[in-house]
């Protein structure tokens, strides 16, 4: 028997399951702001025409670097790259160019149509990153809940198709943070249905999860132990899915869907190290 509506948002709704989540979005705000105080940013370079296909940029120290795409969450609906920018600096520190995107948002536009912006910003950051001291044969893409099915999607993208001249491995890694690899579920949560607008055929089509294992890239997950069983549930399905792309699978004892996000701007922590890693900065 099917889980009723009620299910799925207790399952889903996060911000209802995380009573500090203002707290959180505050400490999201200001630690943001404070990362634009640092200086060379390059903001709202256009890499499509419409107007939410702007990206910001934090250029590399020297010329070579590995470069780190990070894609913000929000349920596709939600945010934008100013709101999660605080994961920016210490990658910057570590020796990475790093690169926030912002996409258009539901329902404004469809979930394929955010997918597809993804596509075309980077392959502008591949043409381009050598110009802010990236490498473009070093680019990992990361991305947190909604931002990590963004993330992981670009990993089964098949660029030479998308534009002759680029590289089937355009992107070598992808990280997704409490990422949605089955977007079936999300059709049945009376608080996002509405908004995403997805039928049983675009669920399918744009779940990771039943898409063929990517022929190039890996990906690594995290997940917070305080998560709830769907999300958990859909980290424990990629890992099946595809399987040895699957490098990493990581649960974070104590966070939460949301403050699970601090963990990639903690130097020290294993999920900052397991992102350097993928960039070759470990």
């Given amino acids: ?35 634009y105080e640092r200086p060379g940013w390059v903001l709202d370079l ?20 590995p470069v780190l795409v990070y894609i ?22 570590a020796g990475a160019m790093v690169v926030l995107l912002d996409y258009a948002l539901c329902p404004a536009v469809t979930i394929e149509h955010i997918v ?11 043409a381009n990153a050598a110009a802010y001291g990236g490498d473009p044969v070093r680019i990992v893409v990361a991305g947190h809940s909604a931002g990590g099915h963004l993330a992981t999607t670009l990993l089964a993208c098949d660029w030479p198709a998308v534009a002759p001249g680029l590289p089937p491995d355009l992107v070598k890694a992808a990280l997704s943070i409490s990422g ?13 249905a509405a908004d995403i607008g997805l039928s049983a055929a675009s669920a399918r089509r744009l779940s990771p999860a039943a898409m063929p294992a ?16 769907e999300f958990l549930r859909q980290a424990d399905l990629i890992a ?17 869907h949301m403050d699970v996000l601090h963990e990639v701007a903690d130097p020290a922590s294993r999920t900052h190290g397991l992102a350097r890693q993928l960039l070759g900065l470990a």
Wanted: charged letters at 20%; hydrophobic letters at 40%; a neutral charge.
């Fill in 214 to 229: 990517p022929p190039r890239g890996a990906l690594a997950t995290v997940v917070g132990g305080e998560e709830s069983e």
């Fill in 72 to 93: 913000h969450g929000g349920y596709w609906r939600a945010l934008g790259k100013r709101d999660q920018s605080f994961v920016a600096p210490p990658f910057a520190e």
């Fill in 116 to 126: 597809l912006q993804t596509v075309k910003a980077l392959a502008w950051v591949h």
């Fill in 1 to 35: 028997m099917q889980p009723s509506p009620a299910w799925y948002d207790a399952q889903y709704n996060n911000r209802a399951r995380i009573p500090g989540h203002p707290a959180i979005l505050a400490h999201w705000a200001e630690a943001s702001a404070r990362a």
């Fill in 180 to 192: 949605l690899y089955d977007l079936e579920p999300l059709r049945h949560a009376p608080f996002l």
């Fill in 46 to 65: 256009a890499y499509g025409q419409d107007a939410g296909e702007r990206l910001d940029i934090l250029p590399a120290a020297r010329p070579g670097a």
């Fill in 240 to 256: 099946q899915a595809w399987g040895p792309r699957v490098v990493a699978a990581e649960r974070v004892p104590g966070r939460n």
